[in-house]
Structure formats: C-alpha cells, structure tokens
C-alpha cells in the first residue's frame, strides 16, 4: 500500500507560481507511476498532469500544457507539481495518486488506485 502527503499549497495572486509536493511511501520501497488531479466542490476530480515511474514520459491536460510542470525524484520519494502563471480557475484541491497495479499511465481517476488527502490552492485576483 501506497501513502501519499501532499504540501505546497497555499493563497497565491494571478500570475503566481507555486509548487506543490507530494511524499510517498510504500513498504517495498518501490516508485510508482503517480499523478496530479484536482477537484473543486461539487465537481468531478479533474487529471492535471502524471509521470512514469521512471519520468521519462508525461502526461498533461490541455489547460496544464505549458504552465504546469510534474518531476520526480525517486530518491526522495517525492514528486512536484510547478505551477506557473496561475489563473483565478486554477483554484481547487490539489491531490496526488499513485498507480501500483500493472498498466500504463493514464488520464482517468479508474488509472490509479491510491491517494493523498489533497492541498488547498487558491489562486486570488
């Protein structure tokens, strides 16, 4: 089984940039392909961006294109969320998941199975 913490959130200003953490530990030690998701009360829980367990490939949503940046750091058990130039929508809790079943990365809430309790980001303008 997977934990996940997230932190980095925070109140930030249009135009802002923040980056967000999320800490992972398993009893294998082992990485796991993870993504970013966020979801604003009332709405369904919106894919951001995800990383391979080796980083070598991602995935972003169209509006994360360009703006938002996710890494890894296997060694830390650690991967980041940068976000650039923040706009007033991107207001929303920040959640981090993992996948640890076999299969590819994916884009849907159903491409992994464990998650983080979230981190509060509100974008003011």
């Known amino acids: 089984q997977v934990q996940l913490v997230e932190s980095g959130g925070g109140l930030v200003h249009v135009g802002d940039s923040l980056t967000l953490s999320c800490t992972f530990s398993?009893?294998?030690?082992?990485?796991?392909?993870m993504g970013w998701f966020r979801q604003i009360p009332g709405k369904e829980r919106e894919f951001v961006a995800a990383?391979?367990?080796?980083?070598?490939?991602?995935l972003y949503a169209d509006f994360a294109q360009g703006r938002f940046t996710i890494s890894r750091v296997n060694g830390e058990n650690t991967v980041y969320l940068q976000m650039d130039n923040l706009r007033s929508e991107d207001t929303a809790v920040y959640l981090c998941?993992?996948?640890?079943?076999?299969?590819?990365?994916?884009?849907?809430?159903?491409?992994?199975?464990?998650w983080g309790q979230g981190t509060q980001v509100t974008v003011s303008s």
């Open positions: 998941a993992a996948r640890t079943l076999i299969g590819g990365l994916g884009r849907t809430i159903y491409d992994f199975d464990s």
């Open positions: 990383i391979t367990l080796g980083g070598g490939s991602l």
């Open positions: 398993t009893r294998t030690s082992k990485p796991y392909p």
